[in-house]
């Protein structure tokens, strides 16, 4: 047998105990590590997959299409809809199909959106229709954060799914910075010959448009077969729909859902919306010489969250990550263009920076929660039942935590649809965005009064 079939045909992991500490040390870490790193590859290329339209609706009235502002909007907020909603489904894929499988085809599923983008936008009479399917269709990058997130959740000691998760997730949203710094950057040169297509001409200048869809081509089916023949199923990961369904029964499942709406759906939405704001606000600026900035600083940020949350405990970094966040969205109010007053782009930039940074806390610190407070919860009901009842919580508490992370991050998705239209529909009733960002500041305190009297004050019923 070839060493590629062996590797295809290697079976099932019967025995993961990561928190037998002679286990972890002799071969856990390693088959850990791996899964974590090609994890991470295939998340940051959905990350970039996901956020490519909030860069290019950016250039396409310079590139012949005549869409109105509301229908830009449309465009840069539509992937976001649809990963949360695909997101809800690939929450419980993991366990039901394998990570190795799913991770396999849910990566290479990317080079859809990705290639469909790159003839699209070669066309200026493509419908407008088809741009949103595309649109829609570019949520699959969107969808497999669910996934790959349960997929690591399995592997690591509960000591270390802070940092395992904050990596993942924060290396991962990498992708979001990178489509804004990378895209703009191989639209100014035909680096795929006459393959690629002819460019258009923008401002007198060429600009090869379907470069931000077919760049990534390569490197998705790249990290497809990494996918495959680098990944790990484990036996304990398996389980029906049936078994991960006992989160809807919990009270704590809905909850880090807001919370994680506060922290995840900030990022995602204020990353979509970012370089249409300021565009929209300071026309004369380069939106996207600063777009990148925010999201990069965010996905930066996330794995420290996890690593402080680690160290600090999670409810207490995201309740200072929530206080922090209010502050940044009223110092962006005070940076707008209203009544008269010109604003100020360098404030307004300073401000959201100061709101993706704290979401990339948060991002980490609330994922860290969410682990400890199933396997807590389940743990805790187990008590005085045997050894063997104890080890079968810690089980089911693990495999509840990897569907609560997959739903949860579902249910935030849907911020990355909600903050732009927001924003969008607050410029267009009162030209500036304040009612949008007021709104938005009334619900961050409630994620602050969430937090502190369910996980972070002294008698709160589940500390973590």
Sequence with gaps: MTHAAAMAARPVIARWDPE?????????????????????????????????????????????????TNQLFWLAALPALSGATLRIFYSFAVPIFGGRLWSTLSTASLLVPAAGLGFAVQDPATPYEAMVALALLCGLGGGNFASSMAHVSFFYPRAQKG?????????????????????PLATTAGIFGAAGGAPQVIGGAPMWLQNAGFMWVPLI????????????????ARGTFADQAAIFRSRHNWLVCWLYLGTF????????????????????????????LGPLLGALARPLGGVLADRLGGARVTFWTFVVMAA?????????????APGSFAGLVAAFLVLFAAAGIGNGSTFR??????????????????AAAE???????????????????????????VIPKSLGTSIALTSDATAALVTFIAFYITCIAITWWHYGRRLAPMPC
């Design 20 to 68: 037998d500490a002679v286990f972890w040390a002799a071969s856990g870490r390693a088959v850990a590590s791996r899964n974590l790193w090609l994890s991470i590859v295939s998340l940051t290329l959905s990350f970039a997959v996901w956020m490519l339209w909030s860069v290019v609706v950016v250039h396409l009235p310079a590139a012949g299409f005549r869409f109105s």
């Design 163 to 183: 940092y395992a998760l904050g990596m993942n997730a924060g290396l991962g949203n990498l992708g979001v910075p990178l489509a804004h710094a990378l895209v």
């Design 221 to 236: 089916a790249a990290a497809a077969l990494a996918a495959w023949f680098g990944m790990d199923d484990l036996a304990d």
């Design 265 to 292: 759906g900030s990022f995602i939405g204020y990353a979509a919306a970012f370089p249409l704001l300021l565009k929209s606000q300071f026309p004369a600026a380069d939106a996207l010489a600063f777009a990148w």
């Design 328 to 340: 940044g969205a009223a110092a962006a109010i005070a940076c707008l263009p209203h009544g008269g």
């Design 369 to 386: 929660m969410i682990p400890v407070i199933f396997v807590t919860e389940r743990v805790r009901a187990a008590v005085g039942r045997g």
């Design 391 to 417: 080890e079968r919580a810690v089980r089911d508490g693990n495999r509840e935590a990897a569907a609560a992370l997959g739903f949860a991050s579902a249910i935030s998705a849907y911020g990355g649809f």
